[in-house]
């Protein structure tokens, strides 16, 4: 194939495969260099269509592609859509017994798979290196790149044997590697390890303009996350907890609440996390409730919200989690609930969690350091009264348009940055005074009921109320002086002591005085607001590009059922057939027949054959 072709090749399976009209951000730019035989390594957040970047080149290039993919889950979705756009492909992993092994092994040999998912360890068998030999292997795409970085969450050593895999090729393909994470330190690992000769490197925008960002500090964690949930019965969500025993508990409470909902973490079997998993991807659950365990392995793409029901411990696993809302480009809501409590546990894992075995004291140490200053900023994140998005991408270090987003909980919201440098004064204060007169420190719901003035038991027990700043802060809701206490804590001037209360101690520094704002989100005056807080909850709703009246979402409801039959009797995720975004676009355009409907962003022409009729039929009912 000339290079002439090819070019004008990519446009045409980009819209004949998959029905989109143009490439996204770096697309184009990534296909272009493994056409031209160029290594190459792009960074792009989750969602912005990596797949895309060496599928249409391996259908382009006269080989087989492999792609190195870290997860079975991800590998059986990702073949079972390419499946179903007619390409033929395969993955060879642990799943297989080793006789469906062999049986792919011999199909491969015989080049019938385009597209091979292969995982790291199989690299090495004697039986795949045979293969290789004898086959022509045109390009190698090494998804989720950052496996290969021990600095990376999921490090995977096996990632470590792809460079001498790749030298031993009787030909040298492209290689081109891809990740969704930012750090440097990994995407040096990644060029190093990989060994990509002078390797194009892209970097796009890491910005994911269809997710609404928010941060909550419900009293109550559980009946905010059933009334936002119960808000949204047709969406379907992820709930990450922290701990097995809060997953467990969630999820028990939410399916006694009537919502259906499954669990996930490490604890569970296997064939249990299996069944959930795939419960969820299947539309068979509204929500999966899981630790950080249930990752990257989902390549759901309809994933309408993700809520944290904990602070994770650094805004790269948030920013990893959260994203999984979202990818097929619909608008899509993460939102977390932040409570003053979170910040201990992380602190707790951080300063007492197990280190990997092998590493030396002092790299230990520097580890925990490091991981106490992330953990700092994701602190930040729950308190800033700013963008959240700005905030987000000014830490992965992305300039953001000033005056904010538009599309998070402090742009949106009636959050506002309100200056407590005086009443952050009377706290340390009060705190001096007592610290002095009794030697003993207290906790800080004391403190803050003390400022208020109330005169609770353990107040006139501990002697509070004779503190000279007794009731100082009484104009000031008990909700809002705790805030003023945790920011304190978050600047350094207080922090909690070791022991098994949690009270709160002087650290003979200061805060910084230009920076005491707390969030005012208006929280406190919602209990006697309740229409307000009604409202708070749809404007969150963010209309993105497709906001519906009555008779669209109508049609959009007949159109998801439709779709879920379809899924059902095919034996496939929903997503696979359309995703939500497609669904919409033919809500908005309203086909009339198949010319136009192929004009729906997502219908290629394989899918307008297998489902073009029937959604049409469907449309025009
Ligand atoms: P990533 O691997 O980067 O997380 P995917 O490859 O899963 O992202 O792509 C996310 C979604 O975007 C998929 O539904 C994919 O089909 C869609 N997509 C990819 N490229 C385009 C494009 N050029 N135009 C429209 N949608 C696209
Ligand atoms: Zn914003």
Redesign the pocket.
Known sequence: MTEDKMTQDKYTV?KQL?G?????EG?ERMIDDILSHRDCFAV?????????CYQIPALLLPGITLVISPLISLMKDQVMALKQLGVPAAYLNSSLTPRQFDLALDNAFRGMYKIIYVAPERLVTPRFVEFSYCSDISLVAV?EAHCVSQWGQDFRPSYLNIADYIDRLPERPAVAA?T?TATDAVREDIVRYLRLSSPDILITGFDRPNLYYGVETPGKKYDALLTYVRERPDEHGIVYCSTRKTVDEVCDNLTADGVSAAKYHAGLPDADRRTAQEDFTYDRVQVIVATNAFGMGI?K?DVRFVVHYNMPKDLESYYQEAGRAG???AAAECLLFYSPQDTHVAKYLIENGEIDTGIDQETAAKVRERDLLRLDKMVGYCMTPQCLRGYILGYFGEKTAPGGCGNCSNCRGSAKALGVADEAGKVMRFVEAHTERYGFSIGPKNIADALKGRETDDISRLGLASNPYFGALDYMPTERIRRVIDLLVYQGALKYSEGKYRTIELTGRKAAAESLYIKDDGRESRKSDRRREKSKGQIRRQDYDDSMAGDDSELYGRLKALRKRLADTRGVPP?VIF?D?TLLEIVKRRPKDRFDMLEC??VGERKLELYGDIFLKEVNR
């Open positions: 980009l998959y989109y009209d143009s490439f996204r697309q792009m957040p989750t969602g912005a269509g990596k797949s895309v998804d891809f969704a390549d793409s990818r097929d480009g997503y995703s975004k962003s997502g």
